[in-house]
């Protein structure tokens, strides 16, 4: 008898979801009106070019966080259900149209994301610019948060972004330092430190989110923590990482909703001045709730 090789399978197991990330299905009158206001309108939501696990709890209470600037993202980053590429879309009619949705929509407290646009001149800083300005202007009473992406250290365009009126401005760290190079190959930590800080000197409320369960360790989750509180940042949103595809970052570890209750308790001790933490928390949810 020959005796075969045993072989193993290299690619290790990935934990199973757990019960506490069931979601709702996206139902109802409200849900129904904000998805006919996005597409009669032609815009692009981070809520389906994302694939976010709240679409339907934020639309169905009448909200969506909208995505300016296409749907085509010049980044690379491995954690992202955004289409990557070199974008052929740069529509100046835009922001006028972003403004008319969130006035039908009447809202109190507006979201508005973009990609990043690395291949302009200005990253799209002058369509962020108007888009605030026509939102200010159709719905005065209206409060803004942008998540703004990374301006790769052009300072002048990140003044130009978060210059015309909005209350409150986010930029998301997304993970920790080590993991930056496989998660988030084309940025930097400390830019994206300095940029959250100039954000602030500027006299805007900061906001950043940390998504987990990347393969991260808690001291490097105390360790970013610090980092956000030592550059200014207001708001912090800790959430639980999803894979979108096969293609994407594995899930290397589901956090338990404790885990996430104590980072709250720590963030909230460091003097950030509110804290959103769970495993189905996101950059925008429930973001009217700390302005």
Not at 31 to 43: A, F, G, I, N, S
Not at 82 to 110: C, F, Q, W
Not at 236 to 253: D, F, K, S
């Amino acid at each position: 008898m020959i005796d075969l090789p045993v072989t193993t399978d290299p690619t290790p197991a990935r934990p199973k979801k757990p019960d506490w990330l069931r979601v709702k299905l996206p139902i109802g009158e409200n849900y129904r009106m904000v998805r006919e206001l996005v597409d009669t309108h032609k815009l692009h939501t981070i809520c389906q070019s994302g694939n976010c696990p709240n679409m339907g709890e934020c639309w169905g209470e009448g909200t969506a966080t909208f995505m300016i600037l296409g749907n085509v993202c010049t980044r690379s980053c491995s954690f992202c259900a955004v289409k990557t590429g070199r974008p052929t879309e740069y529509d100046t009619d835009e922001p006028e149209r972003v403004a008319m949705a969130i006035s039908l929509m009447k809202v109190k407290h507006a979201v508005i994301t973009s990609v990043n646009r690395d291949e302009l001149a200005d990253k799209g800083a002058e369509i962020w610019h108007r888009t605030v300005k026509a939102v200010k202007t159709l719905s005065p009473g209206t409060t803004i948060e942008t998540l703004i992406p990374d301006t790769k250290a052009d300072w002048k365009a990140l003044e130009m972004m978060i210059s015309p009126g909005q209350e409150v401005v986010s930029h998301n760290m997304e993970t920790v330092k080590r993991l930056y190079r496989p998660v988030r190959p084309q940025a930097k930590y400390e830019r994206s430190l300095e940029q959250i800080a100039r954000t602030k000197a500027y006299g805007k409320r900061t906001k950043s989110g940390v998504m987990l369960g990347l393969g991260e360790t808690r001291d490097e989750v105390i360790q970013i923590l610090e980092d956000l509180a030592a550059h200014g940042c207001d708001v912090l949103t800790l959430g639980q990482y999803l894979q979108p595809t096969r293609l994407h970052h594995p899930v290397m570890e589901f956090v338990h909703p404790d885990q996430f209750a104590e980072y709250k308790e720590i963030g909230l001790s460091m003097g950030f001045a509110y804290v959103e933490s769970g495993p189905l928390v996101r950059s925008s949810y429930h973001a009217e709730r700390h302005v």
